[in-house]
């Protein structure tokens, strides 16, 4: 029997070949070596499955776990085993053997290793379930994003991360050198969904974004994934709350769907929906965070401390622990953000899930002559946002989006109470390695 | 009947409503203003419908082209129009007006504008078919991508474009200013992915690469999109090639199904399956280009002009201007490629496709000693790819991968001959702007 990569067979799909000779590939996940029989269960991108063999016949290959191995056996049905089957080993072959010192094993439980470890050793610890299942329902929640907004219309775009100047007019920005010039790493994909907007009606990108902020706290990153969707033709803001709140119920209800088991395994509840979250004015958060807690210090923003609290009293009264606060402070928002009534507030939202900010989202301006006026207001001078302004004469609809944080999405869901967890290879302040 | 975002109906929807009052909103594509009749074809992101008022009612409103509007009306049959219907205008209210002074309107054939105006104008531009299509394929392609390898047990990852040093030893990179330090801009996810496939077995990323060439030629671009991927436990680079095979051909079919009009309407054939595209070694090229053409200056790489002729060879014999050339010079190849024989060709291939190379990728070493003696070989010192090569003994499986640029694929699929075509905000040497 050949042994090659096509005729291999994955974990998956061996409890409907028993009978038959299998060549598996993959890793020493267990080990049990007892005096007459060694069990080793391997473990593929698709599950684990128990292979056995008489001691004696694989003490020559001196198995350690996090091996690869190959091991071509025969599959037979065994009612005990948690697949229906095991593996009669007749060969096996190390592909390429682990180290002798290895700092853990991916079948251990990571959550004593130190977060430290648990970047330096990345690939490893992602091998194991307890680090790497918030990247396998990262991966879902890309997709669902995806698919959701594909099913509504929406163009994905692909925007340079190499500009010219910020969005904001330039704080917090990386400079780089490029060729004779300074160019910067964009900070939001904003202007670029708005100019898609007038382009495609409807827009959404997956990408990074970078903020040169100092910081480094459970919930900053310098560089995030954010997803990010702009929409023409809209009234108001309500009208991108009540898309969010369509699309995270669509996300959630997948991830309940496609991951159920892992879910279950790290003793996570089914995600709710969001069908019942409430819209609650920015002011009408502080009348509540006043009533309920005494809260009186704030004026002009939430803190983390504020967005507990008002999850955990959205939960109370609603039963999910997410709420929309509409009507931000405009001098807090930028330039762009579309005013709510004429007494200062924003047509601008965020929307806290769990007790953390995940989206800010809003309508924005679309006439020319408005975000001149909002750029003066600010002290910017229109003519350094000429090419920017240009966009709003090629016919603009009235439009505005949002963005959710990836990382911060994923940690919600799943948890963590780090960011860095929800990050392959997160960077800060000190850290741009591995 | 209220006018608002949740009740207006898309075009897409209009043929189903015949006998319906209906809200549409969206742009002036093409306006005809005779005596009597007015005919104003209304476009969204589903497609256009022609409506039509007297021209008295419509006077005051100076409509224009790309104008964005607001239309109540009421559905009528009408066997002579495309869609079978038209809508009777009742009211029409004007959203935002284009400016008065336009470029060039949406609804022209923009071949004839050069590619300056195409960029500096992108919205406008991209708004119509002649330059939208092109990145409504590109999004398709991004989604077939995904989906083909989430079917294929690959994991999705988000991996960082901020490193601490190149993957091949330090030329044509960006720095950034990091705090107080310098880092980079990542040329490739190489080293990431690999490291992937020790988490993961099998990972794909679609993200952006960064590469500071100077050359600003029809196909290059100092930032451009990624399609990556690797996977573990392969035998050789002919499991890569037979993968990127069964990717390619299924993306092309999804491309044929989803966007037949559209193809039709750039005067496109359909896409060929790749299923009988030749596998070429290196040398063999050569031996084909020296018989067909009298090729003799090459020696260790192809060149555009060789790229071209080997398309028109495989067109020829195999009936799919498409040849995946194995066992490029191992010279010519990154250190970490694995080698093919001991004559001095590497695991290494490219695809060749409609006469432009679109992959490269091949198989790696994956034994930390094997990638410590290449580097040495190239002068290049193991110590600092240190926490690189510490990943090699976490249980590194044999692997190899791929990398399909996004903008050079797009190109192909529509027939375009500047990439800048396929990128919606080019990076080049000169270009950092809009």
Not at 281 to 286: D, P, R, S
Not at 308 to 313: K, V
Not at 398 to 415: D, F, S, Y
Request: aromatic share 8%; proline share 5%.
């Amino acid at each position: 029997m050949a042994t090659g990569f096509s005729s291999r067979a994955l974990v998956r799909s061996v409890p409907e070949r028993i009978g038959d000779r299998v060549v598996l590939r993959g890793w020493v996940y267990r080990l049990r070596i007892l005096a007459t029989t060694t069990f080793v269960i391997v473990r593929d991108c698709t599950g684990e499955v128990q292979c056995v063999a008489a001691s004696a016949r694989l003490r020559d290959k001196a198995l350690k776990l996090d091996d690869t191995v190959e091991i071509l056996g025969r599959v037979r049905s065994d009612t005990r085993a948690r697949l229906g089957c095991e593996v009669d080993i007749e060969e096996l072959r190390v592909l390429n053997a682990a180290g002798h010192k290895l700092p853990f094993n991916s079948s251990a439980d990571l959550s004593e290793v130190g977060v430290e470890a648990r970047l330096e050793y990345r690939p490893l610890a992602a091998r194991s379930d307890s680090v790497g299942d918030a990247f396998r329902v990262q991966a879902a929640l890309l997709a669902s994003f995806r698919e959701f907004l594909t099913a509504r219309h929406f163009t994905e775009i692909v925007t340079s991360k190499i500009v010219a100047s910020g969005t904001e007019g330039g704080t917090n920005l990386f400079p780089i050198e490029y060729f004779d010039r300074v160019a910067y790493l964009a900070q939001s994909p904003q202007f670029y969904k708005e100019h898609g907007v007038a382009a495609f009606e409807r827009v959404f990108e997956t990408g990074h974004v970078y903020r040169a902020e100092p910081h480094a706290s459970s919930r900053h990153l310098t560089e995030y994934y954010s997803l990010d969707l702009e929409i023409g033709f809209i009234d108001g803001p309500e009208d991108v709350i009540e898309l969010e709140r369509e699309l995270l119920t669509y996300m959630f209800a997948e991830i309940n769907e496609r991951h159920a088991a892992l879910l279950a395994r790290h003793g996570r509840p089914p995600l709710p929906s969001l069908e019942h979250a409430p819209v609650w004015e920015f002011g009408e958060c502080l009348e509540r965070l006043r009533s309920a807690h005494g809260t009186k210090h704030l004026r002009d923003d939430l803190d983390p401390e504020a967005e507990r609290l008002l999850c955990a009293l959205a939960e109370s009264e609603h039963g999910v622990a997410a709420v929309f606060v509409l009507g931000f402070p405009l001098s807090n928002r930028p330039f762009y953000t579309a005013p709510r009534g004429s007494a200062g507030a924003a047509q601008s939202f965020d929307l806290l899930f769990g007790g953390l900010e995940i989206t800010t989202g809003g309508q924005r301006l679309h006439e020319r002559a408005q975000l001149e006026a909002a750029l003066r207001g600010r002290g910017l001078d229109p003519d350094d946002f000429a090419s920017h302004l240009k966009m709003f004469e090629l016919g603009m609809p009235p439009h505005g989006g949002l963005a959710i944080g990836l990382e911060r999405l994923t940690a919600q869901v799943m948890g963590l109470a780090n960011v860095r967890d929800a990050t392959l290879y997160p960077r800060d302040r000190y850290r741009v390695t591995p």
